[in-house]
Nanobody, 116 residues
């Protein structure tokens, strides 16, 4: 079955950096576009970044452009989210996501807290 396992969250000061990882299994990772979403307390889940299968095409939410970078290593079945210049408003649970036709697959989420 499809599994997505995130890691790398934690507590960081404003201006700091974190790198999230998501290991995928149970599907052909190299053929699948991958996404990172986040959900802050009391807010709806929002799409943060998308990377297409070859890694050459990426898209970002306006709120993270220039600060976050999504990448992937298809040999390791892993997608990454490098987050720099973090702000308190980036505090959220971050989820790895894969959509395959009408099916949606989510990881368990990893907490990112930006606070001094």
């Amino acid at each position: 079955q499809v599994q997505l396992v995130e890691s790398g969250g934690g507590l960081v000061q404003p201006g700091g950096s974190l790198r999230l990882s998501c290991l995928g299994s149970g599907f052909t990772f190299s053929s699948s576009p991958m996404n990172w979403y986040r959900q802050a307390p009391g807010k709806e889940r929002e799409l943060v970044a998308t990377i297409f299968s070859t890694g050459t095409i990426t898209n970002y939410a306006d709120s993270v452009k220039g600060r976050f970078t999504i990448s992937r290593d298809n040999a390791k079945n892993t997608v990454y989210l490098q987050m720099n210049s973090l702000k308190p408003e980036d505090t959220a649970v971050y989820y790895c996501h894969r959509r395959w036709f009408e099916s949606h697959y989510w990881g368990q989420g990893t907490q990112v807290t930006v606070s001094s």
